[in-house]
């Protein structure tokens, strides 16, 4: 299982960025759950989203009307779309998958706001 996270960059306060999380599996090892978790300077890692294998949807209270999390047409690809960006936003975004047999991160993805 890999995860491969981008779409990072510079965006000013008020912007919009898409990161995109392309996760391969294997036949006898599936992904039921992917999150997006960010960790800004100094801080500890967090929870921002996250997406199940049904659809089903969840956000931390902190990103909720700005942020959506989905699926794209590719299998197992899945987008964070952040809008009304501020500044607290900024931060190394990362994408988990959840298997049966555990959790497997992908490299992260620099995102900065600039204010």
């Known amino acids: 299982v890999q995860l491969q996270a981008s779409g990072g960059g510079l965006v000013q306060a008020g912007g919009s960025l898409r990161l995109s999380c392309a996760a391969s599996?294997?036949?006898?090892?599936?992904?039921?759950?992917i999150y997006w978790y960010r960790q800004a300077p100094e801080k500890q890692r967090e929870l921002v989203a996250f997406?199940?294998?049904?659809?089903?949807?969840d956000y931390a209270d902190s990103v909720k009307g700005r942020f959506t999390i989905s699926r794209g047409n590719a299998e197992n690809t899945v987008y964070l779309q952040m809008n009304s960006l501020k500044p607290d936003d900024t931060a190394i975004y990362y994408c988990?998958?959840?298997?049966?047999?555990?959790?497997?991160w992908g490299q992260g993805t620099l995102v900065t706001v600039s204010s």
């Open positions: 997406i199940s294998k049904g659809g089903t949807t």
């Open positions: 599996e294997t036949d006898d090892l599936r992904i039921n759950v």
């Open positions: 988990k998958g959840v298997t049966m047999r555990g959790a497997y």
